[in-house]
């Protein structure tokens, strides 16, 4: 068995899946639910800043300088490219003398007021008792779009709209995953209506938006004691706690070490086709572990019955147990020639 699954190790190495535990393989061949992080996973994950929408009486470069300075430590994409924004437009970042950072948000406080930004969610309170209606999204950007809120002292002053598209692989694998009979289902913190879009455009029809990741985790929790066997694929920091509660957890490389440390494997590539090769891997691995115990059942129960009966002379048994080996270890080399050759 460890044998087997060394050389699976070894094959996945070669496609570009690093694999942290054996247990991975065995697993695999339980796998009825694969639960996909959006951003980043089966999107680029390379956001861009398509619009900045101040509401009456606030100044855009405000807003962007004060959105800066808010993501002035934070290492999301979304921030990155916030701060890309204002350091392209010239805009000094406003200084904040506290930040606190939150698993839906950012909030700080400068000039003693307090300030908030990230999903609606995180500003929900403050925006119900605002004055000002929310200003209008107009852009959308390859049916994908995600918006990022900020509001101060109580009250939204604006939101950003960032878009981001689909990988290239990301309706394939979606398609023969479910061609193999697995549920697919969509989970994100961004909001319901871009997790929804996004869905849609590659035809998952469970889709869940403005998931915190204790959320993400309950959630898999859920699909497991409703007898599920769930593989979970992400790459932030938020879904860490998600793919540990899961059956396996794959981290998709480019996302934070805390990720890769709470899955069972890492998906190097960052391609979507990567889940469906490990699947595929994983059913050949555990072909070749029962080919091995078939082997070593035969040779054992033919071989102790006649060694009882005084019938198998030490030297015959000795060969005999060197061939069980080698018979074995020959099984498992063909999985790699074949691995080869294809």
């Not at 929408?53 to 990155?80: D, T």
């Not at 904040?96 to 609606?120: C, L, W």
């Not at 204790?214 to 979970?232: Q, T």
């Not at 080919?291 to 005084?310: D, E, K, R």
Request: glycine share 10%.
């Amino acid at each position: 068995i460890p044998l087997a699954r060394v050389a699976g190790i070894s094959l996945a190495n070669r496609n570009g899946i690093l694999v942290r535990e054996f247990g991975a393989f065995e697993a695999a061949d339980r796998i009825d639910t694969i639960v996909f992080d959006k951003t980043g996973t089966l999107t680029e994950g390379r956001w861009r800043l398509l619009d900045v929408l101040p509401s009456p009486g606030v100044e855009e470069r405000w807003l962007i300088a004060a959105a800066a300075g808010l993501e002035s430590a934070a290492e999301h994409p979304v921030a990155m490219e916030i701060r890309k924004a204002a350091d392209v437009r010239g805009i000094s970042p406003v200084e904040f003398t506290q930040i606190d950072m939150f698993e839906n948000g950012v909030a700080g406080i400068a000039d003693g007021e307090r300030f908030k930004i990230g999903s609606h969610g995180f500003l929900e309170d403050w925006m119900a008792h605002s004055d000002e209606a929310t200003p209008t999204v107009s852009v959308q950007a390859h049916g994908l779009s995600s918006r990022v809120y900020l509001g101060r002292a109580g009250r939204l002053e604006g939101l950003l709209v960032f878009g981001d598209r689909y990988k290239e692989t990301a309706l394939e694998s979606v398609s023969r995953l479910k061609a193999r009979g697995c549920r697919v289902i969509l989970v994100s913190g961004d909001g319901q209506t871009a997790t929804e879009t996004a869905g849609e455009g590659l035809g998952i029809p469970d889709r869940m938006g403005e998931r915190r990741p204790v959320d993400k985790a309950e959630e898999i929790e859920a699909l497991r004691a409703g007898g599920r066997s769930v593989a979970m694929v992400g790459d932030g920091v938020n879904d860490a706690p998600a793919l540990a509660a899961a059956d396996i957890g794959m981290a998709v490389y480019a996302g934070s070490p805390l990720s890769r440390e709470a899955a069972d494997l890492t998906l190097m590539r960052g391609d979507p086709l990567q889940v469906l090769s490990f699947l595929d891997l994983a059913v050949r691995v555990n072909e070749k572990v029962r080919q091995n115990l078939f082997f070593t059942f035969v040779y054992n129960g033919v071989g102790i019955p006649l060694a009882m009966s005084g019938l198998l002379t030490p030297l015959v048994a000795v060969t005999a147990m060197l061939l069980s080996s080698l018979s074995v270890m020959g099984n498992t080399l063909l999985l790699m020639t074949r691995d080869r050759r294809h």
